[in-house]
């Protein structure tokens, strides 16, 4: 949520900025600006999107080699110029952007009111912005010291870049709970939300962490707590290319993410499932594997798309490795004084490794005792630091805000542990394990052939065409397919979707359907429940609902009831969510594409959700 960026060194700031808010603008788009520092400071910010902010400053011969950006998703306040980011101080001595939720913002404001304060915006950043300055002048500090007691004073997160207007040499970047990465080069530092616009200067970084403030000058950087502790900083190499972060000649990169789950999935078990030695091998985990093994429950918390990976998870635990699983939203989770032992388990699933209410679910289980292991995407991430083991999916940087290859990856990750706890509690007979390991190693080639159809996935698309409405069912490993399947077509396409165990089917939802409901049955002939899923699937066909089901190669007798099907390769149960999932993923894209939508920047949404 929000994307910031700066730049401090001897380059001209304003190319790096907009090229940085670019990167960015996958975590918010909803207005952005910028501001550029040489002997004089330069603000500009509007509604819109980047490339608007471009287009009205290109041609400003904007110079100068300290440069802040910001690409914002609206908190407080509606998206508009005024309360678009960088604000500035009453008074003109600061300049902030800011990523995160001020929570005492209203009384901060009321007491700076109180105190002569006017505010022109409905933003919190102000508030904090003009709380920096109050504390600046009326207890002559430095600006250092005046933002370090002023952070004091918040309660909240924030990820934020403050410049002050006496001290135009220097740039200060602060981090509670929203990320903040410096990249280090050579007399010049890059400061940004996340490594993406980063990589293409240095790939020496500092993840800051939470009440962490640092001071960044040219030739000179220094990192201490806002209680002035002196902190040494890590400098940690990262392993992203410029292309990761590239749409590579596709439209979209929803569409490069979905066409890269082959080579996402195979970079993910590389290193950890050995055909030739018929093994799993789960480094990351090495250090709580005993703990594991012995598990006595696991829970499993998440959001969105990393909370379906977690019920498939839940599955795969209790199916192959005999351990009571729940899964938990994180939201819901970290509020309703869960119980928790000391022996349990609990797994934090996320893409970015920064949602606030994963992070909090995280917190919360190790303060009640609890072994935490965390399957995340972001190498630096809060969720990779915070947790005491993980696996990280090697997914690569997921830029279209609708998950999909990290989904997958997640997945992967959770098979890879479900079969190595399975065989390890003597639950998973030595050939039945070699057998899935196998099968597991062959789900790369089986998802090219699933995106060689895309396009006649495509033309299925057109079916959606004038359609509000529709239905995903599944069972078994299959139903949570149906809830991601039908949240991906409402987030990027807008069109009402639901997902439903399909059985669940006639206690409720069987109402909705008439001619116009197209209803998406995902079906495999390996599940126990084929014949179930054909009974509901003629129940659909009897009140005149349209079936498209995706079904095993071959399956004849669901494709003659059907009205479309999509043919996915036979694959044991405990494998078909990682390939069902894919055409859902193209269809949802297909139909946002037809209707016209931006499928990378969905209205309302953001990657990364950092606030509550
Ligand atoms: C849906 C989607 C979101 C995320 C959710 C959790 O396509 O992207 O539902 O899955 O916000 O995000 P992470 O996995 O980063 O914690």
């Not at 991601?484 to 206690?507: D, N, T």
């Not at 359907?513 to 390996?526: F, G, T, W």
Request: aromatic share 8%.
């Amino acid at each position: 949520m929000c994307g910031i960026v700066g730049y401090i060194g001897f380059r001209n700031a304003y190319p790096v900025i907009i090229n940085g808010l670019k990167r960015l603008e996958y975590r918010g788009y909803d207005s952005a600006g910028l501001a550029i520092i040489n002997d004089n400071y330069h603000i500009y910010k509007y509604k819109g999107k980047v490339k608007d902010l471009e287009e009205k400053t290109k041609n400003l011969n904007l110079t100068g080699t300290i440069g802040i950006g910001h690409t914002r998703w609206a908190t407080h306040g509606e998206p508009s110029d005024i309360n678009a980011h960088p604000h500035i101080s009453m008074n003109k001595k600061f300049i902030i952007i800011h990523n995160g939720i001020i929570e005492n913002y209203a009384r901060l404001k009321k007491r700076l009111e109180d105190r002569g304060y006017n505010f022109i915006s409905q933003t919190d950043t102000e508030v904090l912005a003009n709380l920096i300055e109050y504390i600046y002048l009326k207890g002559r500090v430095t600006p250092e010291i005046a933002l370090r007691l002023a952070l004091t004073k918040v309660c909240g997160a924030y990820g934020i870049l403050v410049v002050c207007t006496d001290e135009k040499e220097t740039l200060f970047a602060a981090r509670k709970g929203s990320p903040l990465v410096i990249g280090v080069g050579e007399g010049e530092y890059f400061i940004a939300s996340d490594a993406t616009p980063i990589v293409e200067y240095t790939n020496r970084v500092i993840f800051l962490n939470d009440d962490e403030v640092a001071i960044v000058k040219k030739n000179e950087f220094s990192l201490k707590t806002i209680m002035n502790v002196p902190v040494t900083p890590v400098i940690q190499e990262i392993d992203i290319e410029i292309g990761d972060i590239e749409k590579g000649g596709f439209d979209h990169f929803m569409l490069k993410e979905i066409f890269e789950q082959p080579r996402a999935i195979e970079d993910t078990f590389r290193g950890r499932l050995s055909i030739k030695d018929k093994s799993i091998t789960l480094g990351g985990l090495y250090n709580v594997m005993d703990k594991l093994i012995n598990a006595k429950r696991i829970i499993i918390v998440g959001c969105g798309t990393s909370w379906h990976a977690g019920l498939v998870g839940e599955y795969l635990l209790e199916d192959l490795a005999k351990i009571p699983t729940e899964v938990e939203y994180a939201s819901e989770f970290r509020y309703r004084n869960p119980i928790i032992n000391e022996d349990d388990i609990v797994i934090a699933i996320s893409q970015s490794g920064e949602t606030a209410d994963t992070i909090a679910a995280i917190r919360l289980a190790k303060e009640k005792g609890a072994t935490v292991i965390g399957i995340c995407n972001v190498v630096g991430s809060t969720v990779a630091r915070e947790t005491h083991a993980g696996v990280f999916t090697h997914a690569g940087p997921e830029i279209g805000v609708a998950s999909t290859k990290a989904f997958t990856a997640q997945i992967t990750i959770l098979t890879l542990m479900a079969l190595l706890l399975g065989y390890k509690r003597g639950f998973l007979p030595k050939e039945k394990y070699e057998y899935y390991i196998n099968e597991m190693f062959e789900i790369p080639k089986k998802i090219e052939k699933i995106l060689n159809q895309h396009e006649k996935i495509k033309e299925l698309a057109q079916v959606f065409n004038n359609i509000n409405n529709s239905l995903y069912l599944g069972r078994g490993y299959l139903f949570p397919v149906a809830l991601e399947g039908a949240l991906k077509l409402k987030e990027i396409s807008y069109i009402h979707a639901e997902g439903y165990p399909a059985a669940e089917m006639k206690h409720g939802p069987i109402a909705l359907i008439d001619e116009s409901m197209p209803v998406v049955v995902l079906a495999s002939n390996k599940d126990i429940t084929y014949e179930k899923i054909i009974s509901n699937i003629q129940e659909v066909k009897a009140r005149k609902g349209m079936v498209i089901s995706i079904i095993t190669e071959g399956d004849e007798k669901i494709s003659k009831i059907s009205d479309y099907c999509i043919e996915i390769p036979e694959a044991p149960d405990i494998l078909t969510a990682l390939l069902s999932v894919v055409p859902l993923q193209l269809l949802s894209y297909y139909i946002a594409v037809n209707r016209g939508y931006n499928v990378d920047q969905p209205r309302n949404l953001a990657k990364s959700v950092t606030v509550e």
